[in-house]
């Protein structure tokens, strides 16, 4: 049973494990640094589907059927399903799952939903809610660009501080299992709102929330960046990386170079991303392939995943709002 630490952070008693994952792209992510990580790389953007949106649903299929092929488990024994995107109504999870059969529930925390998806799946787990749960996450450049910007056939023009929707997705499948790796603590953000109306700066609106979970999980937690071989974010790209940064220093923290964000990681700047990736399926596809591949290979001991999002949408935006954002965050182990 979960226990609480203080404020915000939970401490999973039973420490489930992460028995199967697996990570889809497209062929730009394939193309950059990680690309040999990644388990499915296709070449065509629809994924063989007519819609963009058809294409965001194929990716969560794929990604769930790898993972619970890796993980040697059936449909049948998957009790519950936490998975979500950036589309309206989560239409690419429920289009994905619908002939799959399982228990589903449809989450919203934007890029944030890779770490609220497995966060969520975990804690089930842990309480012995269900014994087995997966956590699904996806999102597509060309329906995101199609719902939050503007057609790609406008041929708007994208500024410095602009990220790159990754097209691909995640998934991890959390049971009682031995093998790492393991999920210890689980820490829920709050929402964090500075103002920041730009939505071609998703990384300013982001940072001050990933500031604040990672303070509070260490508050809660008494422990410090020392504990932890690598501290990953989300999608804050390299504009949000460094506003995160200085948010801590102000704070008394520094993490020195255990710091690394998954928008900065899966594309290299030779490839025209602006500042860098973003998008449900960035921190999903990375943490599904290149984080979860070294702590289960032992590289790395502990390793803290913090997913950062922006919970806005086209209307809020429209209307002039401003931009709030999240942060949710969860400590993997090598070591149960």
Same mark, same amino acid.
Request: charged fraction near 20%.
């Given at each position: 049973?979960?226990?609480?630490? %203080?404020?915000?952070?939970?401490?999973?008693?039973?420490? !489930?494990?992460?028995?199967?994952?697996?990570?889809?792209?497209?062929?730009?992510?394939?193309?950059?640094?990680? +690309?040999?990580?990644?388990?499915?790389?296709?070449?065509?953007?629809?994924?063989?589907?007519?819609?963009?949106?058809?294409?965001?649903?194929?990716?969560?299929?794929?990604?769930?059927?790898?993972?619970?092929?890796?993980? +040697?488990?059936?449909?049948?024994?998957?009790?519950?399903?936490?998975?979500?995107?950036?589309?309206?109504?989560?239409?690419?999870?429920?289009?994905?799952?619908?002939?799959?059969?399982? !228990?589903?529930?449809?989450?919203? %925390?934007?890029?944030?939903?890779?770490?609220?998806?497995?966060?969520?799946?975990?804690?089930?787990?842990?309480? %012995?809610?269900?014994?087995?749960?997966?956590?699904?996450?996806?999102?597509?450049?060309?329906?995101?660009?199609?719902?939050?910007?503007?057609?790609?056939?406008?041929?708007?023009?994208?500024?410095?501080?602009?990220?790159?929707?990754?097209?691909?997705?995640?998934?991890?499948?959390?049971?009682?299992?031995?093998?790492? !790796?393991?999920?210890?603590?689980?820490?829920?953000?709050?929402?964090?709102?500075?103002?920041?109306?730009?939505?071609?700066?998703?990384?300013?609106?982001?940072?001050?929330?990933?500031?604040?979970?990672?303070?509070?999980?260490?508050?809660?937690?008494?422990?410090?960046?020392?504990?932890?071989?690598?501290?990953?974010?989300?999608?804050?790209?390299?504009?949000?990386?460094?506003?995160?940064?200085?948010?801590?220093?102000?704070?008394?923290?520094?993490?020195?170079?255990?710091?690394?964000?998954?928008?900065?990681?899966?594309?290299?700047?030779?490839?025209?991303?602006?500042?860098?990736?973003?998008?449900?399926?960035?921190?999903?596809?990375?943490?599904?392939?290149?984080?979860?591949?070294?702590?289960?290979?032992?590289?790395?001991?502990?390793?803290?995943?913090?997913?950062?999002?922006?919970?806005?949408?086209?209307?809020?935006?429209?209307?002039?709002?401003?931009?709030?954002?999240?942060?949710?965050?969860?400590?993997?182990?090598?070591?149960?």
């Amino acid at each position: 049973m979960a226990r609480k630490a %203080g404020k915000q952070t939970r401490i999973l008693e039973n420490i !489930p494990s992460i028995s199967g994952f697996a990570s889809v792209v497209s062929k730009k992510e394939g193309e950059g640094p990680i +690309g040999s990580e990644f388990d499915i790389v296709s070449e065509d953007a629809y994924f063989g589907e007519k819609t963009w949106e058809k294409a965001e649903s194929r990716i969560q299929k794929d990604a769930i059927n790898k993972a619970m092929d890796k993980a +040697g488990i059936t449909p049948s024994e998957l009790e519950i399903v936490f998975a979500g995107d950036l589309l309206n109504q989560c239409i690419g999870s429920a289009y994905a799952m619908r002939d799959l059969g399982i !228990p589903f529930v449809g989450l919203y %925390g934007a890029c944030s939903t890779m770490a609220e998806s497995l966060g969520l799946a975990s804690l089930f787990v842990d309480c %012995g809610i269900v014994s087995c749960a997966a956590a699904v996450t996806s999102s597509h450049f060309c329906s995101a660009e199609r719902q939050f910007r503007f057609p790609l056939e406008y041929g708007g023009v994208r500024t410095p501080t602009s990220q790159w929707t990754v097209t691909g997705g995640g998934a991890a499948i959390v049971t009682n299992g031995e093998s790492p !790796p393991f999920v210890k603590r689980v820490c829920i953000g709050k929402i964090n709102d500075l103002g920041i109306t730009d939505i071609n700066n998703m990384g300013a609106a982001m940072a001050p929330a990933a500031a604040d979970t990672l303070s509070q999980y260490f508050e809660d937690t008494l422990t410090s960046a020392d504990n932890y071989d690598m501290i990953f974010t989300g999608d804050l790209g390299y504009v949000g990386s460094e506003l995160f940064k200085e948010l801590l220093q102000r704070a008394g923290i520094d993490l020195g170079k255990k710091h690394m964000d998954c928008g900065k990681l899966i594309y290299d700047k030779s490839q025209k991303v602006e500042a860098g990736g973003s998008g449900c399926g960035c921190s999903a596809s990375v943490l599904c392939s290149f984080i979860l591949n070294r702590i289960k290979e032992g590289i790395w001991r502990n390793v803290l995943f913090m997913a950062t999002g922006a919970l806005m949408s086209p209307t809020s935006n429209q209307q002039g709002e401003s931009i709030p954002g999240i942060a949710h965050l969860v400590h993997l182990s090598a070591e149960k």
